[in-house]
C-alpha cells in the first residue's frame, strides 16, 4: 500500500450553541486546511470528539467532510466506538460513500488487555470496509490499552490485509522505530503527537503523521518536515520549539480538545463548545489564553485563510 | 424517594451464534429471577454488555425486559455511554416504555477528572427521565473514575432531583458506609460487590444490593441476607463463603461476564456468546470450569427454573 | 504457632526538634498504650517512619521499646527495607534481644512483580530470626506490591518455616477472607485497616489486628472487638463510625503519619515532626485539625495517660 | 556550572558468589569504559543496585571508584534513599573523597507527590556536599515520581546552590526539550535512555547522557553522538539502530540490571549475581540471550578491553 506522506488534520466538530452538530463550517474548514499545506484529514477521532457522536452524527459528518474535501486531499473516517457493531457499519458506510480510509483507536471499555483481543476487534470492523486502507489509532492514555506495538503487526500482518498501519499517539520513539523497521517499513506509521516530530524524523525516518494543533499551527508543523528534508536542522528545531510553546499554551486550558477547538475562533472560524463531560472555556480563560498566544507571537504564525 | 430492599440483578444479553442480539429468553429468564428472589434487574450495564451494544438494540431490550417483568420486578435501565446525547435520548425512552428507573456508570472515555465533569454527565441524562429515580454506577475499575463519592452526593444534592443513588461496586467499604452516612441516609446504597455482602450488611447496615453473579447464584445470596436479618451469622458466613467459592471459579475464566454468562447455559439457559472484544471460552474451559463447580457442589445450590 | 487476639499499635517515632531520634518519650508511650487497651506494638513500620531512619537507629528504636514493654507486652518489629542484607542483619538483631516476633513490607524499589521474588525476599530475611514469627505487611498501596496474597500463603507454605501470617492493609475483605480460610485458619491473618474492623469481625471472624489510629484512638477501636463479642453490633457500629469521624479528620491534613503524629501532641505526648520528605502540618492546621477534633468529641473518648 | 558532554556509564557492583560486595574488579572496569570512551561512571544508581546495598557498602564502593578512576574520569556517587539522612550523611562523603559530584532520585517510599516535597528532600541531601554539583536523577518508573520537571527547574533555580541538572530517565522528549530550554539551557539536561540518544540530539542539542548499555555498547552509543556532530546521519541511525538490537535482546531476560549484569560475563568480566528480590538469570537463559547476541553480531561490536 501506499505510504501517506506530509501531515494529515485531526479536525474538530462544529457545535452550535444548542450543543446540535452545525455542517456549515466544513467547507471553509477544508479549504483552509488544504491551504496551509495539510493533506487531510482524520474525522470523528478524538479532537473531533467522535466518541461523543451519535453514529448518524457521525455518518452525516464523515459525508459532510467527502462533500468539501478538495481534489486530492485525503479523508479518513474514524469508526471506532464501544460496540463493534456499529465500527463495522461506520466502516461500511465510509467505503460506500468513497472515503480514502479508515481507522480506530481500541475500545475504552471494556479495557484491551492482549494482543488476541485487539486483533480480533480490527478483524471485525475492517473487513467492514476492505477495499480501504485501515489505521489503527495507538493513544493508550486514552483508553488504557498499553500494548506492545510491533507485537500488534506481526499479528495481523497475513490476518488483516487491508491493515495499513499506525496512527502513533504515544511517547516511545523507541517503539515507533522499532516498528517502522518492522519487514523493512512494511507498515505506514503516522506519528502523532506535534511535540515531537523532529524526533520522528531524525530517529525513524518518518515521512507523514497525523496532527491535531494543524488545525492552527499547520503551516509552522509543515515547516519542521520541510527544514528537515532541506537539512536544515536549525529552522526545523526553532519550529518545533514554536509548535511546543503553542502546546505549552494549550495545556493550560485542558489541551487540545477543549483549548485547541477555542483557538479555531481566536483565528477566524467558530466552531461552537465541546460536549460534557469537557469543561469549555470560561471568557476569561479565552482571554488568558488568547493573550499568552500574542506574547509567543502565535497569530503572525498561524494558519491563515 | 423509596429505597430498595433486597438484591436486583444484572442480566446478560442473549446473543444468537451469529452474534445478534437474542430477545427470545428474556421471559424465561426474569421468571426465573423472580422465583429464586431477585426483586428486579439493572439492564444493559455491564454484565449485559451494554456499551457493546447499538442504541437501537437497547432500546429493544429495554421493551423486552418491560414486557417479560413479573408484577411488582423493577426494571432499572443503564443508559450510560460516551455519548451524553445518546444516554439522554435513551433515558427518554426507558421513562416512556415505564421503566422503573435508570443509572449510568461514568463514561470510560473521556475519563472523568473531577466531580463537576461527573454531575454535569449525570445531569444532562437525568433530565431526561425527570420522574425516575438516577442511580449513579459507581464501578471504577471499569471506567477510571476514581473519584470521591461523598463529595459526589454533595454536588448532586438539591442539583440533581431525581438522584436516588449509588450502586457502588468497589473494595472501599469505609466509603461505602460514609455515603450512607450522609444526611442520614438520604441516598440510597446498593452494594454491589456479591463477594462481600455479609460486610455491607455489618458495616452499614445495607438493605439492598445489585448483584451479577445473582444470575445463576441469587438463591444463595439473598440467604445471607436472610440469614443476617434473622440473627444468624454463621449461615450468613457459610453463604457468603459459598459466594466466594463460586467467584473464585469465575475468576479462572476472565470473570462474570464471560464465565458467570457460560454457567447460565450449564444451569439451563443459553445466552449465547459475548461480544468482541471479550474471549469468550472454549469447549475445554467449559469443561473445566464445569468441573471445578461441580467440586464446590455448585449445581445443588444454584438458582432452579 | 499461637495467633494474636486483639490490637497491636503501630506506634510512631518521636524526633527532636532537630530531626534526631528521640527515645525519651518511649517508656511513657508504651505504657499508655498497654493502659487503653493495647497488645502490643509493631515498631518501625509506616507508621514509625521505619524507611526513613538510619539501621543504627532502627536497633536502638528496637531496644528502647525492648526496654520499655510491660509484662506480657508483645513487640514486633519491622525489619523491612530496600536492601535485603540489611533486614536480615535488623531480623538478627531482633531476635537478639528478645523481640517476640518480626515483619516485613515489600520493598518499595525494586518493585515487586511475581510471588517468587517476595518470596525469595521474605525467606532470607526470616532466617535471620528463626525462632521468631514473621509476619508479611501487605500494603501495596505503599509499594506497588499489588500480588494475590493467597498465592503468598501457599508459596511459603513449607518453605517458610517461621511464616506466622499477614498483616493485611489493603481493601479486599474478598481476599482476606480467602486468605483466612486457607487450610482452616493455619495463618494468622491481622487485619490492618482502622475504618473496617467491623468489617474483618463478621466477615471473616477476624480475632486480631494491627492499628495505625490505635496510638490515640485504641479505647474505641478495642472497643469494636469487644461490643461484637459480646453481641452487641448497635454499639460496635457506633464505635466503627466515630473511628472513622476520627479518620475522615485524618485524612483532611496528610493521614496518619502526619496527622495521626501532631494528635499525639494534642492528646499530652508530643513525639515532634515527621522526616523529610513528609511535609509537617502549620500551626495554623493544627489548629484547625483540633476543632475538627473537638466537633466531634474526640477528646472525651481517646487514649488516656 | 560546565556541563557534560559526551556519556557517562551507570556501572554494575560486582558482587562475590555469597552475594558480598566485590571490590576486585573495579580497577580493570574503570579502564575499560574509558578505553571505549567513556567519560565517568555514576554510581551505585540504579543499575549499580545501589538501594540494595548498606549504606557502608555504598561508601566503600566509591572509595573503590576513586582510587580506580583514570585521570579526567568523573565519578558521579548517587546518594539518594529512604532515608533522607543517610542520603545527606553519603553526600558528605561524597565530597570528603573527593567526588566530581552527587545526585540522587526521589525515593520510592514515601511516594512524592508534590514538587515541594521533592525540592525539601533535595535541598536537605544537596546541602552534604555544597562544593559538588548535585544531579537529579528522573526515572519515575522506579519511584511514581511523576512530577513536572520544568517546575522542579524554577523551585530549585535561586533556592539549591549546587544543582546543577537533572539525568532524564523517561520518554518525554517534549519535556526533556522543554528543560534544555529553561532559562536557556542553565542546566544541564542529561540524556538517560540509549534506546534514544539519536532523538536528544536532533530535538534538544543534547551534549552528553548517562548510559546504561554503555557497559558493553559503549562505542557505539559514544559514536552515535560522533557521527551527529560530524552531519552523518545515516551511521548515526544505524548505530542507533543498532542500540535498539541490544536493548530488544536484554529486554527479553529481565533488563539491563539483570541481563546487562550477565552481558559483562560475556564480554569477559564477569560481575556475578544481583541481589534480591532481582531474579537471576539461569544458564539456559544465558545461553538463549548469547545465541541472540551473536545473530546481531553484537561481539564484534561491544567494548573492549
Same mark, same amino acid.
Given at each position: 500500500m501506499d505510504k501517506i506522506t506530509g501531515l494529515i488534520d485531526a479536525p474538530f466538530t462544529p457545535f452550535y450553541e444548542n450543543g446540535e452538530v452545525n455542517y456549515g463550517p466544513i467547507g471553509k474548514y477544508a479549504s483552509m486546511l488544504k491551504k496551509n499545506g495539510l493533506k487531510g484529514v482524520f474525522i470523528n477521532g478524538s479532537s473531533g470528539e467522535g466518541y461523543m457522536l451519535t453514529e448518524d452524527e457521525r455518518m452525516k459528518l464523515a459525508e459532510a467532510w467527502m462533500a468539501a474535501a478538495p481534489e486530492g486531499f485525503k479523508v479518513i473516517v474514524?469508526? $471506532?466506538?464501544?460496540?463493534v457493531k456499529s465500527s463495522k457499519m461506520l466502516a461500511e458506510h465510509a467505503e460506500k460513500i468513497g472515503a480514502w480510509g479508515i481507522g480506530a483507536m481500541a +475500545?475504552?471499555? +471494556?479495557?484491551? $488487555?492482549?494482543i488476541e483481543e485487539l486483533v480480533k476487534y480490527i478483524e471485525e470492523i475492517a473487513v467492514g470496509a476492505p477495499r480501504l486502507p485501515f489505521y489503527y489509532y495507538h493513544i493508550p492514555a486514552f !483508553?488504557? &490499552?498499553?500494548?506492545p506495538m510491533v507485537e500488534l503487526l506481526e499479528a495481523v500482518d497475513?490476518?488483516?490485509? !487491508?491493515? &495499513?498501519g499506525i496512527k502513533y499517539t504515544y511517547e516511545s520513539i523507541y517503539e515507533y522505530n522499532q516498528c517502522r523497521l518492522y519487514k523493512n517499513g512494511k507498515y505506514d506509521m503516522l506519528h502523532g503527537q506535534d511535540e515531537t516530530i523532529l524526533s520522528s524524523l531524525a530517529? $525513524? $525516518? &518518518?515521512r507523514g503523521g497525523i496532527g491535531g494543533?494543524? !488545525?492552527?499551527n499547520g503551516r509552522e508543523l509543515v515547516g519542521i518536515i520541510e527544514a528537515w528534508q532541506a537539512g536544515d536542522i536549525e529552522t526545523a528545531r526553532e519550529k518545533q520549539n514554536f509548535a511546543q510553546d503553542v502546546i505549552n499554551v494549550i495545556c493550560h486550558y485542558r489541551g487540545n480538545i477543549v483549548a485547541g477547538k477555542r483557538i479555531m475562533k481566536l483565528i477566524g472560524l467558530d466552531l461552537g463548545k465541546n460536549r460534557t463531560p469537557f469543561r469549555n472555556m470560561t471568557q476569561d480563560e479565552e482571554d488568558a489564553m488568547k493573550r499568552e498566544l500574542e506574547a509567543i507571537h502565535f497569530f503572525e504564525r498561524c494558519n491563515k485563510f
Open positions: 474514524h469508526v $471506532g466506538s464501544c460496540c +475500545p475504552p471499555f +471494556p479495557k484491551i $488487555g492482549r !483508553n488504557g &490499552a498499553y500494548l497475513g490476518r488483516v490485509p !487491508n491493515f &495499513a530517529m $525513524g $525516518g &518518518a494543533t494543524t !488545525n492552527y
